[in-house]
């Protein structure tokens, strides 16, 4: 009796079970970024961190595990490797498309820690540099931009979409 | 040379790098849930998954690290152990506050690796119960729903929001 508390799950149906629980896409998402020294390189990367020294001395993480996580992240094109236009002979670490992709799912966790690991507002903040207003609150939201809690969502077969989705 | 890609990066100032490449709330958020099997549990507890041998069966992970996970998750105060309702010498795992609150972590995640990883649309989709429309893409938003790409984004101190916020 899996399905019994749906006030407090996604509704799900039994023949999707499988493809939500088992094949679903986070499995690769994680295998490609799950892993806390990955987040952090990542977070490093998205605020102007580029080469090996400054991710080691910023970091404060051993050169091995660097040196592994990099390359990781590199095999799995989040981050490019190419030489520095100031200095061809040393290596800059570059976010990808598929990298710069990744910033949702930092902001998001990193306010989830803000607002239940650390209980403070931290400093700096986030803001949009048009208006220097906090980014909104990531949530999960109706194509109208409604906020969506877990007992509004549903998983439904795609052939059962209204037309033109 | 740290800032020298503004526009590959958040504009952020040195006075505020310390901050936000070490102090943020980032690295707690991952002492919680950055590892693959408790991202994985997650999503089984989302979807309705509330008994040690539903996740061990559903997940195919090894009973030691099952434990373990649910244990820190528990820890953590992510999930909440307490007795099941239609057979109270059985224990189950639900999500607490805490852990629902993590479900906008999830979906951003999946998204990312449906479009970056999989590369194929998946099924079945999320939606909203409502309207049976997809939910919208997890996006890092403005005030006014907005959304904002890297290159407008920037930290500020707190000191220097606009009054009200």
Redesign the interface.
Same mark, same amino acid.
């Given at each position: 009796?899996? $399905?019994?508390?749906?006030s407090?799950?996604?509704?799900?149906?039994p023949d999707?079970?499988k493809?939500?629980?088992?094949?679903?896409?986070?499995? +690769?998402?994680?295998?490609?970024? +799950?892993?806390?020294w990955s987040?952090?390189i990542l977070?490093?990367?998205?605020? +102007?961190?580029?080469h090996f020294e400054?991710f080691q001395s910023? #970091?404060g993480i051993a050169r091995n595990i660097l040196s592994n996580r990099l390359g990781r992240l590199v095999e799995h094109d989040i981050l490019r490797r190419e030489p520095d236009p100031?200095d061809r002979r040393k290596i800059a670490y570059? #976010?990808t498309d598929?990298g710069?992709?990744?910033?949702?799912?930092?902001?998001?966790?990193?306010?989830? +820690?803000?607002?239940?690991? $650390?209980g403070v507002? $931290?400093?700096?903040?986030?803001?949009?540099?048009?208006?220097?207003?906090?980014?909104?609150p990531?949530?999960?939201?109706?194509?109208d931009?409604?906020t969506?809690e877990?007992n509004? #969502?549903?998983?439904?077969?795609?052939a059962?979409?209204?037309d033109g989705?």
């Open positions: 009796m899996v $399905s019994k508390h749906f407090l799950a996604v509704m799900i149906r999707h079970r493809a939500v629980l088992v094949e679903c896409a986070l499995p +690769g998402a994680l295998e490609a970024v +799950g892993e806390r987040f952090l977070r490093g990367a998205f605020n +102007g961190l580029a400054e910023t #970091l100031a570059r #976010l598929k710069r992709a990744l910033l949702p799912v930092l902001i998001t966790l990193r306010q989830w +820690g803000e607002k239940w690991i $650390s507002p $931290s400093n700096p903040v986030l803001v949009d540099r048009q208006n220097r207003r906090p980014v909104a990531m949530a999960v939201r109706a194509a931009g409604r969506l877990l509004e #969502l549903e998983w439904i077969d795609r059962e979409l209204p989705e």
